[in-house]
């Protein structure tokens, strides 16, 4: 039995401690936003925030998390106030499938609470997910774009 | 465009989900009286492809499948383009293969492939869209009793201009619904468009942003289980033996199954279980004939087809032979394209509930009727028994059309296993990579003749490799008495693959040589290959020839206006006639695809003899008609991400019969520092045909930057991918 924290709601998961943190998300709690790409953390789409840091939640046992607090794509806005990245991703036209770009605006989200304007080498060095339709162009566009709102 | 078109496809399908059965899916046909069609929300139909509700929403049915690609914005720009309708108010929804079938394919062709979602279904979903426009206005001329050529329709308002009365769509749909359709249905001049040709956002964005679309993957349903399944990883092999009992106490394990004769499954409560198990479960595979065979094996068969007797003639013109043997100058060169996995971000999967009475699937597909086909097949099922529905894939690139033996087939067999239970089975991404359906392994043979100024005079083009219609559509290879003609997509004779140049003496031609490894249509398909053999070739003619690469293609482009206009407008935008900056090197490339004209120039660096950078390239396109001009440079853009990852990185390898490659570590793709600034020239000159616009552009990225590599380095690159050279992207 684990008890854990996600976009600030306590949940009890009876799950193998051995079990990732991504198909806790997903299977146990029922949030499917975070996605599963290749299970080896070199693809992103499973990002999600533990303790506000961007991590490749398919490559972290739930034994590992203890009381540290999740934050999934579904709980990034602020009530029905979209995160500054989602209204930017929003404005942008960003996703195409949009299958990896949950992954992609947690992992924006988090380089932006680092670096609040950040450079287009501190987006090359710190954003890494995959995107095979290949929105990166818009994807830079965005995260400057959501760097410079409010 | 101040509101967001409401997206409904997440309610269709958990409305579905939660009916499970019969027409309640979405449509009620009606039991007698007046032949209105209903929505599920009780809604009338007018045409097929458009539902208007009694608030004066839009709702257009699309039967094509969104796999990112943005085909279903355009289709609803299309037929609310001809509707008039207020395009803040239109959202889209999915009719059922099982609903197109009971109604004589009322929505047509399902297939989304070989970029035809909008071209070639253009005309008919815009005619949805005017008959019931001309149904709408009827219907409000016939209440004020006046002629309906005094009324107009403008954002969903019919107005009667002498009278100054108005009323709205959903006012007079129920009374549209039971008019007769018009026969003859006049559509709008492209030039005259408001809605469709605009740079529209999609219609599907909000919910990619907030973690609320759902994608096959994402399905949840009561007493749902979870499966997950290894096939025998040499293909063509078959289960021995499996020993379920070591496996069958673990944790949430429900069964052990076989699926076919080559597969295993496990089925859990949850996936992250069953693939626990799946891991531990020993089986015992007989991998039959083709355990030992390795690439190395296949090349060499490809390479004797370079030089064999028998070929199948894809074009040809004067006397080849004759014009090389005596030509002043001979050029020769190999190339070699290898076996690609498409990797879609989503793995593949598909949930099926299997009763004796009925079977459906929800799940990720590029070809609705296809899936039904397959689910007909593997269900053992009459067809007023079995539906399919599609949800919104995690990219689809050619993988998820219908191939034999693939996952859909293999759900169905799974959830026969357990009637009653709905059972989402997930690949994991290394059985992805293990069950691919490859892009085609080819070499080519290039020979080129020059006379004594320089002009070709001659050029063979021997195609040895594999075919994907003899595995996937053998009846096409059949009826061309062995050839495939896709095969020589882009160099072809004639048609939307036309080959862009004029060589007076000329032979194209393929020696198939097919292999154990299941082929499959790539984004972009034959013509990524041909474009590499032919478009390097090209330059290295030019060069052979001591003269510009542009200009060498100009004098061999005077019969190809369109092919012509596209190279000019990349030559001109990059700059092509000035020199490039110091350390930096241009290369350009075209090709006709998809009925497409496609063109592309790029300027790259190269540290160290290996270290490439790709600064800038110049893209442009000539679709005949552009229907959403930010989603086709969304396209475009993106083409290069997936041309470029193919070029510098992707190989699928093959030892013991089986695919080396597991995951994206060994199968790598192009990330954002990668990422080339890309600059779209969108220049549709119309005509009769529409182009496609989801592949084309690939596959002039390769060509572009090897034209560029040998021009900065004097290497020519003849083999793909270039990580096998000890070249990087940077």
Sequence with gaps: ?150 | MTAMPKFTRRSFLISSAAVGGGLALGLRLPPFGPAVVRAADGSPEITVWVVIRPDNSTVVRAVRAEMGQGTITGLAQLVAEELDCDWSKVSVEYPTPGESVARKRAWGEFSTGGSRGIRQSNEYVRKGGAAARMMLVQAAANEWKVPASECTASASVITHKASGRKTTYGKVAEAAARLEQPKDVPLKDPKTWKIAGKPLKRLDTAKKVNGTMIYGMDLQMPGMLCAAIKDCPVFGGKVKSFDAARVSGMRGVKKVVQVGDSGVAVIADTWWQAKTALEALPIVWDEGANAKISSADIAEVLKAGLDAEQAFVGNQAGDAKTALAGAAKKIEAVYSYPFQNHACMEPMNATVRWTPERCEMWGPTQNGEGAFAQVLAASGLAPDKVDVHNVMLGGGFGRRGTYPDDYVGQAVLIAKQMPGTPIKMIWSREEDMAHGKYHPVMQCKLVGGLDASGNLTGLHMRLSGQSILASVRPEVVQAQKGRDPLTFQGVFESGEHAFGYTVPNLMIDHAMRNTHVPPGFWRGVNVNQNAVFIESFMDELAEAAGQDPLEFRRKLMANHPRNLGVLNAVADKIGWSKPAPAGVYRGLAQMKAFDSFVAAACEISVKDGNKVKVHRIVAATDPGYAVNPAQIERQVAGSFVYGLSALFFQECTVKDGRIEQTNFHQYNSMRIAQMPKVETILMPTGGTVWGGIGEPTICVAAPAVLNAFAKATGRRIRSVPLKNHGIELV
């Excluded at chain 1, 008890?3 to 146990?28: A, C, F, Y």
């Design chain 1, 1 to 150: 039995m684990a008890r854990l924290t996600i976009n600030g709601k306590s949940h009890e998961v009876d799950v193998d401690p051995t079990t990732p943190l991504l198909w806790v998300i997903r299977e146990q709690v029922g949030l499917t936003g975070t996605k599963y790409g290749c299970g080896v953390a070199q693809c992103g789409a499973c990002t999600v925030h533990v303790n506000g840091l961007p991590m490749r939640s398919c490559q972290v046992p739930v034994s590992a998390v203890g009381d540290a607090k999740i934050t999934t794509i579904e709980g990034l806005a602020s009530g029905k106030t979209l995160h500054k990245v989602q209204k930017a991703w929003i404005e942008h036209d960003v996703p195409q499938c949009g299958y990896c770009q949950s992954g992609m605006i947690m992992a924006v989200a988090a380089l932006l609470k680092t670096k609040p304007n950040p450079t287009d080498a501190d987006i090359d060095a710190s954003i890494t997910n995959i995107c095979r339709c290949g929105t990166f162009q818009q994807v830079r566009a965005a995260i400057h774009a959501a760097a410079k709102a409010a």
